[in-house]
């Protein structure tokens, strides 16, 4: 099936600094979406991504859908203590309707 | 504007127990879904509802039934609680056609 490879798994930074990950997958995929994870809480969509090679921002964030259809690509810039958390990307399961996979997620620290 | 709203938050059951868990949306979305999140294993699709009156088994339904009760409520039951069923439970929505779903804030079960 489906299957979505995020890195790195974790990420440790200092404030101020640029971030990157990126996912990928075995497959094809039309539609990319980033999410953001805070402890304790739901998974808050930040970025969506519909074409091959678009590239959307949102603020600080940063997202990019790689021209093979296969990947895409979260960069946060000026990292904050608030970027911290758990970023997630997901993209529809070619079996169904609108139903998503998820990747296992890149964990962001920062420190102050 | 609550956006989508779980119920509990917590809930400690014992094996065996029944409960259901609740989530309303306020956006007038029509899909609706149920996931759980564990450690490592990212979010999981237990069942979803593309739409008032319709739903399908997602990956992980074993277990698990639900109800679209109307368009914003979709609940979720466990008829005989299992320590497996230890998880974080989010339910989320989207407009039709549309891959973006949104999140509730999360039930946090564990079964004993």
């Known amino acids: 099936g489906q299957q979505l490879n995020q890195s790195p798994q974790s990420m440790f930074i200092q404030e101020g600094e640029d971030v990157s990950m990126n996912c990928t997958s075995s497959s094809i995929f039309n539609t990319w979406l980033w999410y953001k994870q805070d402890p304790g809480e739901g998974p808050v969509l930040l970025i969506a991504l519909y074409k091959a090679g678009e590239l959307t921002s949102n603020g600080r964030l940063t997202a990019q859908f790689g021209i093979t259809r296969k990947d895409s690509f979260l960069n946060i810039s000026a990292s904050i203590p608030s970027d911290v958390g758990i970023y997630f990307c997901?993209?529809?399961?070619?079996?169904?309707?609108?139903?998503?996979?998820f990747g296992t997620g890149t964990r962001l620290l920062v420190s102050p | 504007n609550a956006g989508v709203t779980q119920t509990p938050k917590f809930q400690v059951l014992k094996t065996g127990q029944s409960m259901t868990l609740q989530c309303a949306q306020d956006m007038n979305h029509n899909s609706m879904y149920w996931y759980r999140q564990d450690p490592g294993m990212g979010l999981r699709l237990i069942y979803y509802?593309?739409?008032?009156?319709?739903?399908d088994k997602g990956e992980v339904p074993n277990g698990y039934n639900v109800s679209r009760l109307n368009k914003r409520e979709f609940s979720l039951r466990l008829e005989s609680a299992a320590p497996s069923q230890t998880s974080v439970y989010f339910c989320?929505?989207?407009?039709?056609?549309?891959?973006?779903?949104?999140f509730g804030p999360g039930t946090r079960l564990t079964v004993t």
């Open positions: 997901a993209g529809p399961l070619n079996t169904g309707f609108q139903k998503l996979v």
């Open positions: 989320a929505s989207s407009r039709t056609a549309n891959y973006e779903q949104y």
């Open positions: 509802s593309a739409s008032e009156g319709t739903t």
